[in-house]
Every structure is written in structure tokens, then in C-alpha cells.
């Protein structure tokens, strides 16, 4: 796990309590990416957008705000400042989940233990305003960070938690893919022939 303990559960509890009430790599791209245009990479085991050449940031607004994420995760947060903490989350976040100090202190201890990371691509296609991207340090261990942002102008962190890489989720026959349950879009890989069907879901 990129963090654990303590500080792995308060962020993990904080991505639903808010969400219910070496990065220098990842390049941003030019417009808005349907999900059509993320697809799997076998030879990096994820997600990436346009072309499997380059791992790609989407120009939406989890896309923004993961840039800068990953950013932090690559160096810069050795001398992350509250100020830009406060400038890139809710306020919700800061006071429910954690404050600016307790972000830096998150995100210069996963530096300190795994060292720098890198952004490898994503573990499902992204979506505007939630993603699982996944980091990989120099050794090639892997982990995903996971972030949601608001509806607001600008939009800003109100979910952000790490975890071990799952799985990626790689959609095969018509049942598997984005659908539409009841106004909420998951994103389904189900195998078997027959019923029942396993399905294993993402989003």
C-alpha cells in the first residue's frame, strides 16, 4: 500500500463521507476524452488515452487536479506549502477528512517510504469528475491513487486516497463495458458462458 495505517484509513473513510455529503511524465491532453477513446494496454497493464506510447492525463476536471497529485508524488511535495494544499482542496476535505499539514505529511511519507512515482495509466477508463490512476516507483512497485473532485468552478479535491493496484478491469463480449444502473455508470467485466455470470465492477 502507498499509505497505510492511520492515515490510509482516515483518507479511505474521507473518500466516502465526502463524496457522499513521476508525474512530470503525464502529459495533458488536447480536449475533453470520451471513454471511448481510454483503452486497455496489455504491455503496461492499464488504462491509457489516445495512444499506448504515453501515459496521458485527460483535459477534464479530475484530470487537472490528478496532474497535480501526481506532481506531488513525483518530488514536488518536499516543499509543498499549506497555501497550495488549501488551493487544490475542498474545504469539506481540509476539515473532515485532513488538514493541510496532515496532506503534506500523507503525501511526503509516501515519497520518504517508496520513493518517487510515476504515472503508469489508469485502472478503468476515467471519468470527468472521479478517476483510479495507477503510480509505479523506480523498484516497479505498483499502487493507484484514487481522487474525485466537485462540481464546482474550479473544481477541487474532495476525495483522494491510496491503496494497492487492483486489478485492471478489461472489458470483453457485450456484457462487459460503461452501463447506465438506475442514473449511475459502472463500469462491468463479467466472464462466463451461461448464467451465472461473474462480474466484477468498477466506478
Not at 504515472?119 to 505498483?142: K, M, T
Not at 449511475?184 to 462480474?199: E, K, M, S, V, Y
Request: charged share 15%; net charge positive; with cysteine.
Amino acid at each position: 500500500m502507498l499509505l497505510k495505517g492511520k492515515l490510509l484509513a482516515r483518507l479511505l473513510a474521507g473518500m466516502l463521507v465526502v463524496a457522499t455529503a513521476t508525474a512530470g511524465t503525464a502529459a495533458a491532453a488536447s480536449a475533453t476524452t470520451p471513454d471511448q477513446q481510454a483503452h486497455y494496454c496489455k504491455q503496461v497493464d492499464a488504462y491509457r488515452i489516445q495512444s499506448c506510447a504515453q501515459a496521458i492525463l485527460p483535459a477534464t476536471p479530475v484530470g487537472r487536479q490528478l496532474g497535480w497529485v501526481l506532481t506531488q508524488l513525483g518530488g514536488e511535495a518536499a516543499t509543498l506549502t499549506e497555501a497550495e494544499v488549501r488551493a487544490h482542496f475542498s474545504a469539506e476535505f481540509l476539515t473532515v477528512v485532513m488538514s493541510p499539514e496532515e496532506v503534506i505529511g500523507a503525501l511526503q511519507g509516501t515519497i520518504a517510504e517508496f520513493g518517487l512515482l510515476s504515472f503508469v495509466g489508469f485502472s478503468y477508463p476515467p471519468r470527468d469528475r472521479e478517476a483510479l490512476a495507477i503510480v509505479q516507483n523506480a523498484a516497479g512497485v505498483r499502487g493507484a491513487v484514487a481522487i474525485g473532485v466537485t462540481t464546482s468552478r474550479p473544481a477541487l479535491i474532495e476525495a483522494l486516497g491510496a491503496e494497492a493496484a487492483p486489478p485492471t478491469i478489461v472489458p470483453k463480449g457485450p456484457h462487459s463495458g460503461w452501463f447506465d444502473i438506475g442514473g449511475r455508470r459502472l463500469f462491468l467485466r463479467c466472464t462466463g458462458h451461461r448464467a451465472p455470470r461473474w462480474c466484477s465492477r468498477a466506478g
